[in-house]
């Protein structure tokens, strides 16, 4: 295992045959998963992804009604969480348009108990990745737009006002200090009320 | 259960493990217990080739599986057999055959003299029973093969299992046809 973390989690388990899927539940019940929910086809697997809110999905990419991938696409677009495909060694195709879906692990029939840990740790590592990616892509944004709002409410002021760049930024953080409002809240204010 | 090669032995590997799981076994039973379901798989499979159709015929496949299970046996058995001319579609008849090798054989097993199967139509649902005039229900009797068939019954089949003394022992898989 990555991280020496002991296994826990609330897993989905998505695979249309009953044998593999009774092998599948105790494997991970010996693991110390708790398996919250069973699904027998893809649709089952997006209701019961909703319903149940599981920490990971393991789902088999050939079920009826709704295959693994397309059912791992509507659990990604409305929750986010690590996913793990179950495929057969000859369905490299559909490996490809899971990646494509934003499946993270792997599994491949016919599969042995030591492969099911890592590709669950692989999973969660990976959505892990790409969850901090998307935080700090959601800050720099952010981070962004806060730079150009004081950009915009400066020359304003200066425009305005008549001030020097310094003057008119000692300004705005002088207006945040007695506020107690972020610099960037100040500035888009200026903005609204002067740009009106 | 009904697919690519690779699918195949993922089942026949999954029962394996499921088994290897099972605790308070004894290793021959096990083992014995493990092969009689791959050949219920296998049964499925021959009747399918020889018809290159779809449907089984689930009178030939019990047939074949009675043959098969009794086969490795001591004699001394009797076994009365009233079977229904009912078509079961692939997967579905592949989860009957390891449904009925499992009932059939803890019949065999644990029953007395008198084996009894009936395979027949009520009400637009097919009826497996499978009795037999043994010292009735067990603890013997649970462990790995019941629950396989339990979930099969209940996921493949879509049907319910009666399990009852009256007396001997009287395994009763009702499911739509």
């Given at each position: 295992?990555?991280?020496?973390?002991?296994p826990?989690?609330?897993?989905?388990?998505?695979?249309?045959?009953?044998?593999?899927?009774?092998?599948?539940?105790?494997?991970?019940?010996?693991?110390?998963?708790?398996?919250?929910?069973?699904?027998?086809?893809?649709?089952?697997a997006?209701?019961?992804?909703?319903t149940?809110?599981?920490?990971?999905?393991?789902?088999?990419?050939?079920?009826p009604?709704l295959?693994?991938?397309?059912?791992?696409?509507?659990?990604?677009?409305?929750?986010?969480?690590?996913?793990?495909?179950?495929?057969?060694y000859?369905?490299?195709?559909?490996?490809?348009?899971?990646?494509?879906?934003?499946?993270?692990?792997?599994?491949?029939?016919?599969?042995?108990?030591?492969?099911?840990?890592?590709?669950?740790?692989?999973?969660?590592?990976?959505?892990e990745?790409?969850?901090?990616?998307?935080?700090?892509?959601?800050?720099?944004a952010?981070?962004?737009?806060?730079?150009?709002?004081?950009?915009?409410?400066k020359?304003?002021?200066?425009?305005?006002?008549?001030?020097?760049?310094?003057?008119?930024?000692?300004?705005?953080?002088?207006?945040?200090?007695?506020?107690?409002?972020?610099?960037?809240?100040?500035?888009?204010?200026?903005?609204?009320?002067l740009?009106? | 259960?009904?697919g690519?090669?690779s699918?195949?032995?993922?089942?026949?590997?999954?029962?394996?493990?499921?088994?290897?799981?099972?605790?308070?076994?004894?290793?021959?039973?096990?083992?014995?217990d493990?092969?009689?379901r791959?050949?219920?798989?296998?049964?499925?499979?021959?009747?399918?080739?020889?018809?290159?159709?779809?449907?089984?015929?689930?009178?030939?496949?019990?047939?074949?599986?009675?043959?098969?299970?009794v086969?490795?046996?001591?004699?001394?058995?009797?076994?009365?057999?009233?079977?229904?001319?009912?078509?079961?579609?692939?997967?579905?008849?592949?989860?009957?055959?390891?449904?009925?090798?499992?009932?059939?054989?803890?019949?065999?097993?644990?029953?007395?003299?008198?084996?009894?199967?009936?395979?027949?139509?009520?009400?637009?649902?097919?009826?497996?029973?499978i009795?037999?005039?043994g010292?009735?229900?067990?603890?013997?009797?649970?462990?790995?093969?019941?629950?396989?068939?339990?979930?099969?019954?209940?996921?493949?089949?879509?049907?319910?299992?009666?399990?009852?003394?009256?007396p001997?022992?009287?395994?009763?898989?009702?499911?739509?046809a």
């Amino acid at each position: 295992m990555t991280g020496g973390k002991e296994p826990s989690g609330r897993i989905l388990i998505a695979e249309d045959e009953t044998i593999i899927r009774l092998d599948l539940r105790e494997l991970l019940e010996r693991a110390g998963f708790e398996v919250c929910a069973e699904a027998r086809d893809g649709e089952e697997a997006v209701a019961l992804a909703r319903t149940e809110l599981p920490d990971l999905a393991l789902l088999d990419v050939k079920m009826p009604r709704l295959d693994g991938i397309e059912a791992a696409q509507r659990i990604l677009d409305e929750r986010p969480i690590p996913i793990v495909m179950v495929t057969a060694y000859d369905e490299e195709e559909l490996v490809l348009r899971a990646v494509e879906a934003g499946v993270f692990g792997y599994l491949v029939k016919p599969f042995r108990e030591s492969d099911l840990l890592p590709a669950i740790a692989t999973a969660r590592a990976r959505h892990e990745e790409l969850a901090a990616l998307r935080e700090e892509a959601e800050s720099l944004a952010e981070a962004l737009a806060a730079r150009k709002a004081i950009e915009r409410a400066k020359g304003l002021l200066m425009a305005r006002e008549g001030l020097a760049e310094a003057e008119a930024f000692a300004r705005l953080r002088k207006a945040s200090q007695i506020s107690g409002r972020p610099l960037k809240v100040v500035a888009e204010a200026l903005i609204a009320t002067l740009d009106a | 259960m009904y697919g690519c090669f690779s699918s195949e032995i993922q089942t026949v590997a999954s029962l394996l493990r499921l088994q290897a799981h099972a605790e308070d076994v004894d290793p021959r039973k096990a083992l014995g217990d493990s092969v009689n379901r791959i050949l219920a798989i296998a049964a499925v499979h021959e009747v399918l080739t020889e018809h290159r159709e779809d449907d089984v015929e689930l009178d030939e496949l019990i047939d074949r599986l009675r043959a098969m299970l009794v086969q490795g046996l001591v004699s001394g058995k009797e076994i009365a057999a009233d079977l229904a001319s009912i078509s079961l579609a692939g997967q579905r008849a592949t989860a009957l055959a390891l449904v009925f090798s499992e009932l059939f054989g803890n019949a065999l097993e644990h029953g007395g003299a008198h084996v009894s199967i009936e395979l027949r139509q009520r009400d637009g649902d097919v009826v497996l029973a499978i009795a037999d005039d043994g010292v009735g229900m067990q603890e013997a009797r649970d462990g790995t093969g019941l629950s396989i068939v339990r979930a099969l019954v209940r996921d493949e089949l879509g049907g319910t299992l009666v399990l009852g003394d009256e007396p001997g022992f009287r395994a009763e898989v009702v499911f739509p046809a």
